[in-house]
């Protein structure tokens, strides 16, 4: 496997031109789940770049299942004593992070979701005790919006953002809700989601729509962890009503504790036959290209990466009006956005667009131009390392 070496001698071949590339420990949630995707394709493509990448969390992040050239990956090893109630992950993490940052002589300590992670690469950055050696926190959302509001964890949030070297959140709804909320003097840089438009494409005939739309219907999808604030209630209440207006199916990718009841309500509104549960799906890029709309009205999202990835796809957003999704999200150009409990303003858009083709194609034409654009791998790619330079040159 490709796990750091000991010794590994990092300075043989890190000159791309003549700049001296940063090596970087990435940080994240391994599992499903938006903040690890970015992380991960962050890493992947800061190694293409010609920098060495470590990777150093509890699992191997489920993006990176197989070798890559400049990628290490270094687990993060839980003791368990029966004198533990639970097991202090947190210093575990710091521990191994010290570690690798000592033994691969680490720039970067680059920790995705503040809480615990950023209080790890705290403590690490301590342990080490170099200069050179920085933390950045990339915000994600919910560390900001849900959990590092928790009373048990707001003081220790504001603590670890001030003292990260550099903060970077997803969105601009999201930095302004970690200042107004935390009341934070540290300067935050807005570097966006990312998504790479060669891998999520459009694909007009694929073979998914054979299978569950043999007769042309219209195919409307919904991804994400099955999370009370991703609102899926109205997922279903909005599929009902354009079931009734005109001939579709519903592709629902993901699972997560609100799923339980998702198929109690698919149930009871008689939609079974026309309902897909596809359970996880490592690779989205396989399935969305096969939707015509994608369905994501959450209760919020700081950013909401799946509606990215879709329009990437030419698969037209239908988003929540609520957080950062309008900042790549134009209403009725590359995509809709509602607010997450209007159903019959959800059900007109859906509606609207999946009755006229012309429409849908244009949308979904500026739906993956625009995803390809500004929100490219290469130009966020280049953001992150813009910033990794100006904290090692000491700006
Ligand atoms: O904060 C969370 O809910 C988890 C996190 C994740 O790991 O999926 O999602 C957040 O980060 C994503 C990646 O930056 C964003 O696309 C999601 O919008 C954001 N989730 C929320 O704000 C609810």
């Known amino acids: 496997m490709f796990v750091g070496l000991p010794g590994f001698d990092r300075h043989s071949d890190r000159k791309v031109g003549l700049m001296k590339m ?46 890559h050239e400049n990628i290490f990956y270094h ?25 690798v940052a000592e033994r691969c002589s680490l720039d970067i300590l680059h920790v995705h979701y503040a809480i615990p992670h950023a209080a790890s690469a705290y403590l690490a950055q301590k342990m080490v005790g170099r200069d050179s050696l920085k933390v950045v926190t990339t915000l994600h959302g919910t560390d900001i919006t849900l959990v590092g509001q928790e009373p048990s964890f707001f003081p220790m949030t504001r603590f670890l953002i001030e003292q990260s070297n550099a903060v970077t959140a997803v969105s601009d709804f999201l930095k302004k809700e970690t200042i107004d909320v935390f009341g934070t003097g540290h300067d935050i840089e807005v570097i966006p989601n990312f998504v790479d438009a060669r891998v999520f494409q459009p694909d007009d005939s694929h073979p998914l729509r054979t299978r569950f739309a ?18 899926v209630g109205a997922i279903v209440d909005v599929f009902k009503e354009v079931s009734r207006a005109l001939p579709c199916r519903l592709l629902l990718i993901g699972d997560g504790p609100e799923m339980v ?24 890029e396989d399935v969305l290209p096969a939707a015509d709309l994608l369905l994501l009205p959450s209760l919020h999202e700081s950013f909401g990466l799946v509606a990215l990835e879709a329009m990437a796809c030419g698969v037209v957003p239908l988003a929540t009006d609520r957080g950062g999704a309008g900042e790549f999200i134009q209403d009725g150009i590359n995509g809709f956005l509602r607010d997450p409990h209007d159903i019959p ?37 280049k ?12 700006a």
């Open 22 to 67: 940063p090596a970087v420990g990435i940080t994240c949630y391994a599992s499903q789940g938006g903040s690890g995707v970015v992380a991960t394709e962050l890493g992947l493509h800061l190694s293409r770049r010609g920098c060495e990448v470590h990777f150093i969390s509890s699992e191997l992040p489920f993006r990176l299942r197989k070798y």
């Open 75 to 99: 687990p993060v090893e839980m003791p368990h004593y029966p004198v533990f109630q639970h097991s202090p992950y947190t210093l575990s993490l710091a521990t191994t992070m010290s570690e």
């Open 214 to 231: 043999p007769n042309g219907e219209k195919l409307l999808a919904h991804a994400s962890n099955f999370r009370k604030v991703k609102n």
């Open 261 to 284: 009841g998702v198929r109690e309500s698919v149930a009871a509104a008689g939609l079974t036959e026309k309902v897909e549960f596809m359970g996880q799906v490592d690779s989205l």
């Open 345 to 381: 303003g959800m059900v007109a858009a859906a509606v609207k667009i999946l009755s006229d083709d012309q429409l849908r194609q244009e949308m979904a034409e500026e739906a993956r131009r625009d995803a390809a654009g500004d929100f490219g791998i290469s130009c966020v790619v």
């Open 383 to 394: 953001q992150y390392l813009d910033l990794y330079d100006r904290l090692l040159a000491g």
